[in-house]
C-alpha cells in the first residue's frame, strides 16, 4: 500500500504538471488546528466587512472531512497567471493582472475536472471534490500545508522560485496519498515592503489584512458606495489590486504564464483614461465577456471608475 501511495501520488503530480499546473503539493486532510483560532479573532474583528460568506460553515473551513465524505488527502494545486503585458494608457484606471483574461474559475475548473478523471481512470473509483476559491477551503493553508510555499506578511501564499502570482484551488478525495512536508520556513524576514505600499494600510500588522479597507474588497466585494476615507487613496484601480504582490522581492522570480485562456481581450488593453470614463454597458460586455471582471458587474465598474475621478 506504501508503494501505491507515492505511485499514485507522482501519478497526480505528473498528470497535474501536463495540464499546465506550476504546483501540486498533497496533504492529509485534517482539522486546521492553528488556523481555527486566527480565523475565528479576524471574524469577530468584523475585518471580513461585508463579505457575510467568510462567517458561514465555520467547521467546514477549518475541516475538509465535512466537505467531502470519508476524505483522507487534499491535493493543493497552483496555475499560473503572471503576465509583463499592461495597459496601454499609463493614466488609465488599472485592473488586477488575474482579471485580464477568462474567469479563472472557468479554466481552473475545466482542467481540475480533467485531472478527478485521470484519477478515477488510472487508479480507479476515486470519490472527490473541486474547489476554485468559490467554496469554505482555506486555500493558503492547505497550500502551505502541502509544501508549496509560506504565507507572506501580505497573506498571500510564496514561493521561493516562483513568487505569489498563482491561483490557488484543491481536489479533495477519499484516498490516502504520500503526504509532502508542510513549508514552515518564513522567507519574508525583516521586509515591510508590502505594508509600506499598501495605498490604504489594510495590512494592519504582519501576517494580517483587514479585508474590509483592501482595494480588492473595495472594488469588488462592497456592493454599497466606497466609504469617503479612501478617496485619493485607491492608487487608480477600478477592479482589485497587485500592489503587495508588485513590490514583493520575491516576484522577481515569477515566470511568465502560459494559459491561452488568460491572454487579455485586446481593447481592454488599447482602452485610453477617457474610454474608461465614457465606457457603456455594451462596450463591458464585450471586453469582459466570461471575465472574472463580470462579478463587478458594469455598475460596480462604473461606480469604481467614477469614484477614482472624484
Known amino acids: 500500500m506504501q508503494q501505491s501511495k507515492l505511485s499514485y501520488s ?33 471574524l469577530k474583528k468584523g475585518m471580513q466587512g461585508e463579505m457575510q460568506y467568510m462567517e458561514n460553515h465555520f467547521d467546514k473551513r477549518l475541516d475538509p472531512r465535512l466537505l467531502v465524505d470519508d476524505a483522507k488527502s487534499v491535493i493543493s494545486l497552483g496555475l499560473n497567471y503572471y503576465t509583463e503585458q499592461t495597459q496601454a494608457d499609463a493614466l488609465a484606471p488599472k485592473i488586477s493582472k488575474y ?9 481552473i475548473k475545466a482542467k481540475l475536472k480533467q485531472l478527478l478523471e485521470v484519477i ?7 470519490n472527490g471534490r473541486a474547489f476554485v476559491d ?29 513568487g505569489s502570482f498563482f491561483f490557488l484551488c484543491e481536489l479533495i478525495v477519499d484516498i490516502e496519498l504520500e503526504y509532502d512536508i508542510p513549508s514552515t520556513a518564513d522567507h519574508c524576514g525583516t521586509c515591510t515592503r508590502c505594508i509600506d505600499a499598501c495605498p490604504t494600510q489594510a495590512i494592519v500588522a504582519p501576517y494580517v489584512v483587514d479585508g474590509s479597507r483592501c482595494i480588492s474588497y473595495l472594488t469588488i466585494e462592497l456592493k454599497e458606495q466606497i466609504p469617503g476615507e479612501f478617496k485619493g487613496k485607491m492608487d487608480n484601480w477600478m477592479f482589485g489590486c497587485d500592489v503587495c504582490q508588485d513590490v514583493c522581492p520575491w516576484n522577481r522570480f515569477s515566470v511568465l504564464h502560459k494559459e491561452t485562456g488568460f491572454e487579455p481581450h485586446p481593447d481592454l488593453m488599447r482602452m485610453s483614461k477617457r474610454d474608461w470614463q465614457e465606457i457603456t454597458e455594451d462596450v463591458f460586455q464585450k471586453v ?8 463587478a458587474k458594469f455598475s460596480g465598474l462604473k461606480r469604481n471608475i467614477d469614484f477614482l475621478r472624484g
Request: charged residues 30%; contains cysteine; positive net charge.
Open 134 to 162: 468559490s467554496a469554505p477551503v482555506l486555500d493558503k493553508a492547505w497550500a502551505n500545508r502541502s509544501g508549496l510555499g509560506w504565507i507572506g506578511k501580505n497573506t498571500n501564499l510564496i514561493n521561493t522560485k516562483k
Open 10 to 42: 507522482k501519478l497526480i503530480k505528473s498528470e497535474a504538471k501536463k495540464l499546465g499546473f506550476l504546483f501540486c503539493g498533497i496533504a492529509k486532510a485534517d482539522f486546521l488546528e492553528e488556523e481555527a483560532p486566527r480565523l475565528e479573532t479576524w
Open 120 to 126: 478515477n481512470e488510472k487508479i480507479g473509483a476515486v
Open 288 to 295: 469582459f465577456k466570461n471575465s472574472a471582471v463580470k462579478r
Open 99 to 107: 482579471a485580464y483574461g477568462t474567469d479563472y474559475h472557468q479554466v
